[in-house]
T-cell receptor
Framework: EPEVTQTPSHQVTQMGQEVILRCVPI?????FYWYRQILGQKVEFLVS????????KSEIFDDQFSVERPDGSNFTLKIRSTKLEDSAMYFC????????????FGQGTRLTVV | AQSVTQPDIHITVSEGASLELRCNYS??????LFWYVQSPGQGLQLLLK??????LVQGIKGFEAEFKRSQSSFNLRKPSVHWSDAAEYFC??????????FGAGTRLTVKP
């Protein structure tokens, strides 16, 4: 069964460093998303991406964040200068074309900023 | 803007007992509604979804949910809970099935 793959599963980085979280969505999917979940809190929407551009972003997704689909398979989330409060689980999701379709989530990348 | 409320932060039920997890949403039109389950350290697994049509939807693992427009609710139910159902449950609402907004989650504990 096809699945969304995220790497790495756990990333530890120093405050102020740049990190790139990687996702390989399901191959025929066209909509891509990033969500984050701070430990013990709810899942929060960050950004959606369609047709090679951001279609919507939340207030969390400030100038420190960017997304990219550098080739036909990867979808990345970059945090330019990490802060302690960026520590969270980051989930990638993808969805095929069509209204009545659900998003499929990856297993997540746990980002720890020290 | 759409929003989701899960009034119960933590619920404890005995194994074999019935379960109902509450979800209320705020949205102007007919929303897309979802229930996801998250086991500790794991990702989000879709239990069931509602887009349109029959308001009672069946999902995996014996779960079902009922969309009630008059109450703006989409409560999740299971007639007999198993110990393996212990997890965090998230209700989510989507506009045009685009970005979803999640509730705060309900943690389910199952007593032997």
């Amino acid at each position: 069964e096809p699945e969304v793959t995220q790497t790495p599963s756990h990333q530890v980085t120093q405050m102020g460093q740049e990190v790139i979280l990687r996702c390989v969505p399901i191959s025929n999917h066209l909509y891509f998303y990033w969500y984050r979940q701070i430990l013990g809190q709810k899942v929060e929407f960050l950004v959606s991406f369609y047709n090679n551009e951001i279609s919507e972003k939340s207030e969390i997704f400030d100038d420190q964040f960017s997304v990219e689909r550098p080739d036909g398979s990867n979808f990345t989330l970059k945090i330019r200068s990490t802060k302690l409060e960026d520590s969270a689980m980051y989930f990638c999701a993808s969805r095929p074309m069509g209204g009545n379709t659900e998003a499929f989530f990856g297993q997540g990348t746990r980002l720890t900023v020290v | 803007a759409q929003s989701v409320t899960q009034p119960d932060i933590h619920i404890t039920v005995s194994e074999g007992a019935s379960l109902e997890l509450r979800c209320n949403y705020s949205y102007g039109a007919t929303p897309y509604l979802f229930w996801y389950v998250q086991s500790p350290g794991q990702g989000l697994q879709l239990l069931l979804k509602y887009f349109s049509g029959d308001t009672l939807v069946q999902g995996i693992k014996g779960f079902e949910a009922e969309f009630k427009r008059s109450q703006s609710s989409f409560n999740l139910r299971k007639p007999s809970v198993h110990w393996s159902d212990a997890a965090e449950y998230f209700c989510a609402v989507g506009e045009n099935n685009n970005d979803m907004r999640f509730g705060a989650g309900t943690r389910l504990t199952v007593k032997p």
